[in-house]
């Protein structure tokens, strides 16, 4: 049952307005279905306007933020939690203890790093959480693509590669993580849930 999910989403609201109607539209799927945002803690960029958006509706918002980027990424004041940690590596690691499944909306470097973070742990076994993408006007088919590449090319097994899931919008995401079950057997084993 996901009662959390954690979504990694860019300091920046890009160069589209989808990508802040894309948040919002999350926002308003979270709230109505009773799941909490877990999120970097930012009060700029897509992270800005998915958690106000969240806290608007009513919903319930834990922001991670590590000392160093609470003046950089604006630390957001109005959450109904927010910690303050150590490092990057202790937001991570926070931010997926308190989460039932991950989504990336548009965003960097620091997105695509924490996505494939969470890919690399379910690949491992370390979860067995569902992850997927917000793939709003398309923003994530050149990496979607490439991840084929890679499937082609006997880098990456077809079956790690068919955890990431894909939507354009969070209804259709939403759907796919709750209905998501773990690969049970791999090179590396059974993953945990």
């Not at 693509?145 to 259709?172: R, S, T, W, Y």
Request: with cysteine.
């Amino acid at each position: 049952m996901i009662k959390a999910l954690c979504v990694y989403c860019g300091a920046a609201s890009g160069s589209s307005p989808l990508y802040a109607a894309a948040a919002r539209q999350l926002a308003k799927t979270l709230v109505e279905a009773d799941i909490a945002l877990v999120y970097g803690g930012g009060n700029v960029g897509l992270m800005g306007v998915i958690a106000d958006e969240v806290l608007r509706l009513g919903g319930q918002v834990t922001g991670v933020i590590p000392q160093a980027l609470l003046e950089k990424e604006v630390g957001h004041r109005g959450l109904t939690a927010l910690h303050v940690v150590k490092d990057m590596h202790e937001r991570k690691a926070m931010m997926a203890s308190l989460s039932d499944g991950f989504i990336a909306l548009p965003g960097g470097l620091g997105t695509l790093e924490e996505l494939f973070e969470m890919l690399t742990w379910s690949q491992l076994g370390i979860h067995g959480k569902p992850v997927g993408l917000v793939n709003v006007g398309g923003f994530y088919d050149g990496l979607l693509a490439f991840i084929g590449h890679a499937v082609g090319q006997g880098f990456i097994k077809p079956e790690f590669a068919a955890m990431l899931m894909a939507a354009g919008d969070g209804n259709a995401l939403l759907a796919q993580l709750r209905a998501y079950r773990p690969p049970v057997a791999g090179r590396w084993g059974a993953a945990k849930s």
